[in-house]
């Protein structure tokens, strides 16, 4: 009850290719890796949209409200008066 050796494995895999023939199988690796790619992007993809929504959340947060805004006093001239 061991692990399979290197023998188990390659009489699975001519089982396998006897079974289903290359084609398939062939068929069957582009579908997988289509399916991986397709993952990745997907994964990509969300953690693009996760990474600008909490940009726009921090630019949000860090712009100034109404009140935050502080009016100066207009400066006087007392030379210049009209």
Known sequence: MG???ITHWLILLVVVVVIFGTSKL???GKDLGGA?????????DEN???AN???VLD???RSPSVDDIQVSKP???EKHNV
């Open 48 to 50: 693009t949209e996760h």
């Open 59 to 61: 630019h949000d947060a």
């Open 53 to 55: 929504k909490h940009r």
């Open 36 to 44: 991986v790619k397709g993952f990745k992007d997907a994964v990509k």
């Open 26 to 28: 062939k068929n069957a």
């Open 3 to 5: 692990s399979f050796s």
């Open 75 to 77: 400066v006087v001239d």
